[in-house]
T-cell receptor
Framework: AQSVTQPDIHITVSEGASLELRCNYS??????LFWYVQSPGQGLQLLLK??????LVQGIKGFEAEFKRSQSSFNLRKPSVHWSDAAEYFC???????????FGTGTRLQVFP | NAGVMQNPRHLVRRRGQEARLRCSPM?????VYWYRQLPEEGLKFMVY????????ESGMPKERFSAEFPKEGPSILRIQQVVRGDSAAYFC??????????????FGDGTRLSIL
């Protein structure tokens, strides 16, 4: 069955600290992978996407993610977190022959000054 | 604003009433997707439409829910005879081509539906 797992429901970091949000997927086809961020009461903003090629992808707001096929993972990273990064982060998977995205349950990031 | 526009942002209905949620895709986008987000959960796919056609409605409940994307005007998600369990945030996304053809989906700000 197709699924996305975000094992961390809630993460708290200090401003300036590094961040890694985990995402594991189960998908039969070659996946397309996405990270979205959702601020309270807002919609989802695309941070970055992986379709093919270089497995390390750069996104907006200083985020990057690395696709590791052997581990079925697509973890999101940022070297230094800012207070404005506090939000909910969703990993999603799609595919060439699929139209819908399958989302994880999200990781809520809290940033302390 | 060139983004995906959803209205209303908040909608309150009593049990048994109808809810109509509207979505205008980004300019140049002819593919629309509806997702539902229940509290503390991720988004769940409901339906995928192109102009005048429903392509995939595998995530849509069989009863009370319907969607359309007419030739002119926004896409509409319609929920008849709403029940408390329909309370959720409903998000619309659009893309210029099929999502499976390397086209990322761009999301609106959602409609928060509350059922009294």
């Amino acid at each position: 069955a197709q699924s996305v797992t975000q094992p961390d429901i809630h993460i708290t970091v200090s401003e300036g600290a590094s961040l890694e949000l985990r995402c594991n997927y189960s998908y039969g086809a070659t996946p397309y992978l996405f990270w979205y961020v959702q601020s309270p009461g807002q919609g989802l903003q695309l941070l970055l996407k992986y379709f093919s090629g270089d497995t390390l992808v750069q996104g907006i707001k200083g985020f990057e993610a690395e696709f590791k096929r052997s581990q079925s993972s697509f973890n999101l990273r940022k070297p230094s977190v800012h207070w404005s990064d506090a939000a909910e982060y969703f990993c999603a998977v799609g595919a060439r022959d699929a139209d819908k995205l399958i989302f994880g349950t999200g990781t809520r990031l809290q940033v302390f000054p | 604003n060139a983004g995906v526009m959803q209205n209303p942002r908040h909608l309150v209905r009593r049990r048994g009433q109808e809810a109509r949620l509207r979505c205008s895709p980004m300019k140049g986008h002819s593919h629309v997707y509806w997702y539902r987000q229940l509290p503390e959960e991720g988004l769940k796919f409901m339906v995928y439409l192109q102009k005048e056609n429903i392509i995939d409605e595998s995530g849509m409940p069989k009863e009370r829910f319907s969607a359309e994307f007419p030739k002119e005007g926004p896409s509409i998600l319609r929920i008849q005879q709403v029940v408390r369990g329909d309370s959720a945030a409903y998000f619309c996304a659009s893309s210029p081509g099929r999502a499976g053809s390397n086209q990322p989906q761009h999301f609106g700000d959602g409609t928060r539906l509350s059922i009294l």
